[in-house]
């Protein structure tokens, strides 16, 4: 079946800079990969998807690549701030199967 | 758009009783339906998939005597934690697709469940 794998599991920057986090899938045949937002305490908050006809995705300062031949796709966060501070989820999946997610990535943003 | 509710937010319940929580869909009809369980500094572990009007999917592992889904209508599913033990206390997260097929999940706050 497959298999996601997030990295980093931590990262901290300095408000202002750029924040990446990178995973990468094993069966070739998924075809979305969703990234999640989960602050403390709360439900994990869909911030941006992409599906596996197009390779890169923006929505203002967040954005999603995917690299079909080397299955992996990342997440970019520009100018970071504060509130950008959480535990972000990437996933991925075979049209309308179950999400298979990894193992979180805790981002601190530091002032 | 793509609201999805939970209720209760937390709960404590008595070892040996059972437990309903339910998971709306506020603003689009959702067909299928999916509950995880997260524990602390963990990803999200599937539990199941409920598709409207059918049995559930459990995944290998989860008691589907145990923990009781529900999908009656294309807007409410619920779960069911029957015969709750301490090791049951998790948050446990429910999740709505929008449209048929298209994978977009959008996940409710959670509910937060201690079993005493």
């Known amino acids: 079946g497959e298999n996601v794998e997030q990295h980093p599991s931590t990262l901290s920057v300095q408000e202002g800079d750029s924040a990446v986090i990178k995973c990468t899938y094993s069966?070739?045949?998924?075809?979305?990969f969703p990234w999640y937002k989960q602050e403390l305490g709360k439900g994990p908050q869909l911030i941006i998807d992409i599906r596996s006809n197009v390779g890169e995705k923006k929505d203002q300062r967040i954005a999603v690549t995917l690299n079909k031949t080397a299955k992996h796709f990342s997440l970019h966060i520009t100018e970071t701030q504060p509130e950008d501070s959480a535990v972000y989820f990437c996933?991925?999946?075979?049209?309308?199967?179950?999400?298979?997610f990894g193992q979180g990535t805790r981002l601190t943003i530091n002032p | 758009g793509a609201v999805v509710s939970q209720h209760p937010s937390w709960v404590i319940c008595k070892s040996g009783t059972s437990v309903k929580i339910e998971c709306r869909s506020l603003?689009?009809?959702?067909?299928?339906m999916f509950w995880y369980r997260q524990f602390p500094k963990q990803s999200l572990m599937l539990m199941a998939t409920?598709?409207?009007?059918?049995?559930?999917?459990?995944e290998q592992g989860v008691e589907k005597d145990k923990f009781l889904i529900n999908h009656a209508s294309l807007t409410l599913s619920t779960l069911t934690v029957t015969s709750a033990h301490p090791e049951d206390s998790s948050f446990y997260i429910c999740?709505?697709?929008?449209?048929?097929?298209?994978?977009?999940?959008?996940f409710g706050p959670g509910t937060r469940l201690t079993v005493t």
């Open positions: 999740s709505a697709e929008r449209g048929v097929g298209t994978g977009e999940q959008y």
């Open positions: 996933a991925a999946s075979i049209g309308a199967q179950k999400l298979v």
């Open positions: 603003d689009f009809q959702a067909t299928t």
């Open positions: 409920s598709n409207e009007g059918s049995k559930a999917t459990y």
């Open positions: 069966d070739s045949a998924s075809n979305y």
